[in-house]
């Protein structure tokens, strides 16, 4: 139920009249939330949260160039800190 309503707003806000077409980075940053929202909850705020969408990314086929480069589109977008602080 929770993927239907979300695949529904997908589609309404991406054809919204008087929306400039998502960039590659926003692609990035939604594909990565609409991935967290089908997750468990326990999954969604836990620490390792950033390690398993890393390893669905790989399931995916994704190279680890472009996975680091995901994660660092995500952790700009959302303000997510390494456990470094950086």
């Known amino acids: 139920m929770r993927v239907r309503f979300l695949l529904l707003a997908l589609i309404l806000w991406a054809h919204a009249p008087g929306q400039q077409p998502a960039t590659a980075e926003q692609q990035v940053y939604e594909r990565f939330r609409a991935w967290v929202n089908m ?4 999954v969604q705020g836990s620490p390792g949260v950033r390690e398993k969408y890393r390893g669905y990314l790989r399931t995916q086929g994704g190279t680890d160039k472009d996975i ?3 994660i660092r589109i ?4 959302s303000g997510w800190r390494r456990p470094d602080g950086t």
């Open 74 to 77: 995500i952790e700009t977008q």
């Open 68 to 70: 680091d480069s995901q």
């Open 39 to 42: 997750q468990p909850v326990d």
